[in-house]
C-alpha cells in the first residue's frame, strides 16, 4: 500500500499535490523503479474524483488505501474503501478500479475482454477485473476468510458516458463486480452510502483489513490434480485472465472453421504460466477438447505425472515431451500447452532417435504442427542451456512465415518471492539482466532476503524454518563435479564441498536412493533437503524458503560481475561455446535459482569479495539465523 488516510485527508493532500509526490517516494520505495509517467498521471486524475465523490457523499471519515498490494502478488487494487456497513455494523470494504476510459468496447467473441484505444491488446473487463481482485482477497486476507459478504467491488469510470461503455455491462454485475460512469456518479454516490457509514469512521476496520493474517498461498503442485481433473484451484488476475479467455476462444473458433492459431504467454517467474497452463488442460480436458501439456523439463513432466496423474492414468497421459510429436499426426489435438517454452531445442532428435526420424525438421514446427492452436508460455530471462530457443521472435518467425496469426500476451504480475515486484527487479539488476547495475536491497514485508557468512549457517537457519512448518531447499551454482549415483544402500557422494561442509547433489536418475528423492521430485518431496538441488531440478518449482549458494563461476571483481566457464562443471558447456553464451546462461542459471522462493532467500557465495559485495547491497545485517 503506498497511502492511507481519511477521504477528507485525500481531498485536501490531492490539492497542493503533496499526494502525488509521496505516492512516487512511495513506489520507489517499495519496487526500486520510478512510476511512469502515465500512472502518476492516473493518480492525479482519478484519486481526487474519489475523493471528491466519498466527501459528496457525506463519507469523509471513510479510509482509502490506495494502491493496495494484493496478499503474495504484485498487483495493487487502485483503492479499496474500509468503513462500517450501514446496516451490519460489520467492517465493510469496496475495492475500486479506477480507469480513465472515456469509451471501451467489449471484444466479438467473449464480453469478459475489451478493447480501449491506449492498449494493443485485448485487457479484462473491469467489471470482470474488480470481481477477481474480491475473489482473490477473500481467499488470501484472513479479515475476509469466509465473509465474502464484507467485501464488494466497483469499476468507476470516471470520464466515460454511458453510450461510450455500454458495451461493458453484456458481462453479469454482482456485489463484487459493479460499473458505475461520470455520467451517472450520483448512482456511484448511492451505492457507497448502501455499504459505507457515514456516521463511523473507517480507521479501525482498514486496521483489522492490513493486520489481518495472510492465508498461506496454494502452491502449484499441492493442488494440481483437483486443479486438472476436478475444478480450478486458482483465481487468474488481469491480463492472466486474458490470456487464459484468449486461448479458449482461440481454441472455439479453430474448432468451427478449422485453422491455426498461435498463442505466446511470456513473464518472468512466478507470474502465473504454469498455472495458466495447469487451468488450461484442466478447463480443455473437462470439455472434452484433446489437448496435451508439454514441456522440455524431465523433472517438472515427471512430477505432474505423479501429482496430478496419481491414480488416474488417463491424466498422467496428459503431460508430455517436446520431443514426443515427431510423427504425430498434423491437428490431432485442439490445443497443446506448450510450459516452460523457453527451453525449445533447434529439433527433437537425440543420440536416441532413430535414423528414419532425424528429419532435421525443427521443434518449433512439430509443436506448431500438432495442434489446431499451440500455446507457448516462456520466459527468455530462464534460458539456461545452449541450443535452447524458444523466444518471442523465433516463435513468431515462424507463425508469420507460415501465415498463422499469433498473439502475444505479457504477463507483470509476480506470484513468487511473496508477490514482491522489487525483488524480482532487485535479482536481475544484480545480475546485469537489466540496465542500471546494483542496487541496495530494500526490505518491503513481502520477500525476506538474507546473506549467510558460511553454507553451515544457511543450512541451520532454513533447517530451523522446516521446524516451524516451512518448505526449504537448498541450490547451488553447478561448480561441483557430480559422481555417479551409489549402489542401493550406500551413503550419497558429498560433492558440494566447502571447507569442512559437504552435502551431495539432488540425484540424477529415477529411483530414491538412501533415503533420497528421484531427480524429478526433489524440489517437491521433503526428504530432498538433504541434498543441493542443481538448475535442472529446482527450473520451474517453487518453495518457501530458497537456499543458493554461489559458486566461483560467477564473482563480483572490482565494479562488475565476471564469469568463469573453467570454474562450471555443467557438461552442457563445451569448450566450443562462445564465452558470451555462457556469460549469459550463468547468469540465467543464477536468476532461476534466485527467484525460487516464496517467503525468503539466503544466499551464500564461496568468493569472499563477492560475499562482500552481497552484504553491502543486503540492508538487513542480523545473523542469519536471527527468525
Known sequence: ML???????????????????????????????????????????????????????????????????????????????????PRTGEPSYVIVELKQWSQAEPDEDDPTLCHVD?????????????????????NFNGALSGRAERVSGVAFLHNATEFGVTGLREIESDDH??????????????????????????????????????????QLMSVAAQEVRERRQFVLLDEQQVAYRLVLNAVRRAQQSDHKEVVIVTGGPGT???????????????????????????????????????????????????????????????????????????????????????????????????????????????????????????????????????????????????????????????????????????????????????????ETFLDARRAQGYGAR??????????????????LVADVVIGDWARPWNLRGDRSVSGAPPAALWATDPAGFGQIGCVYTAQGFEYDWSGVIIGPDLVWRGDRWVTDPAASRDPVFKKSTPHADVDRLIRNTYKVLLTRGMVGTVVYSTDPETREQLRRLVSEQRPVVAV
Open 474 to 491: 537448498m541450490s547451488a551454482g553447478y561448480c561441483w563435479r557430480w559422481s555417479p549415483e551409489p549402489k542401493p544402500g550406500d551413503p
Open 118 to 138: 491506449a492498449y494493443a491488446h485485448p485487457v479484462l473487463n473491469p467489471i470482470e477485473q474488480v470481481r477477481r481482485y474480491c475473489q482473490y482477497l477473500v
Open 3 to 85: 497511502f492511507r488516510a481519511s477521504a477528507k485527508s485525500v481531498a485536501v493532500r490531492a490539492l497542493d499535490s503533496s499526494l502525488f509526490l509521496h505516492l512516487t517516494e512511495r513506489f520507489v520505495h517499495l519496487h526500486g523503479y520510478r512510476p511512469g509517467a502515465s500512472e502518476i498521471r492516473s493518480w492525479e486524475r482519478s484519486i481526487p474524483v474519489l475523493a471528491a465523490a466519498l466527501n459528496d457523499a457525506g463519507l469523509g471519515d471513510v479510509e482509502i488505501m490506495l494502491e493496495y498490494a494484493l496478499p503474495l502478488n504484485s498487483k495493487r487494487a487502485d483503492a479499496i474503501l474500509a468503513g462500517v456497513h
Open 177 to 218: 463486480g459493479q460499473l458505475f460512469t461520470g455520467e451517472r456518479s450520483g448512482e456511484f454516490l448511492d451505492h457507497l452510502r448502501a455499504r459505507l457509514s457515514d456516521r463511523h469512521p473507517g480507521a479501525h476496520a482498514a486496521d483489522e483489513l492490513l493486520g489481518a493474517a495472510t492465508v498461506p498461498s496454494r
Open 272 to 458: 502465473g504460466k504454469s498455472v495458466i497452463a495447469l487451468q488450461l488442460l484442466g478447463e480443455l480436458y473437462r470439455r472434452g477438447v484433446p489437448a496435451l501439456h508439454a514441456t522440455g523439463s524431465q523433472s517438472f513432466t515427471k512430477t505432474m505425472r505423479k501429482v496430478a496423474g496419481a491414480r488416474r492414468r488417463e491424466v498422467q497421459d496428459l503431460f508430455k515431451y517436446f520431443n514426443s510429436f515427431m510423427t504425430a499426426e498434423k491437428n490431432s489435438l485442439g490445443a497443446l500447452i506448450c510450459d516452460e517454452a523457453h527451453r525449445i531445442r533447434e529439433t527433437s532428435a537425440n543420440r536416441y532417435t532413430r535414423a528414419e526420424h532425424r528429419t532435421g525438421r525443427a521443434q518449433i514446427d512439430e509443436l506448431i504442427d500438432v495442434a489446431h492452436v499451440p500455446v507457448f508460455l516462456l520466459d527468455e530471462h530462464q534460458v539456461v542451456r545452449p541450443g535452447e530457443m524458444g523466444t518471442v521472435a523465433e516463435i513468431e518467425a515462424v507463425a508469420a512465415r507460415r501465415g498463422i496469426r499469433c498473439t502475444v500476451v505479457p504477463l507483470d504480475s509476480q506470484f513468487r518471492c511473496g508477490g514482491s515486484d522489487a525483488y524480482l527487479h532487485w535479482v536481475v539488476r544484480l545480475l546485469g539482466l537489466a540496465p542500471g547495475g546494483p542496487v541496495t536491497w530494500e526490505p518491503d514485508d513481502r520477500m525476506r532476503l538474507l546473506v549467510a557468512d558460511s553454507p553451515e549457517e544457511m
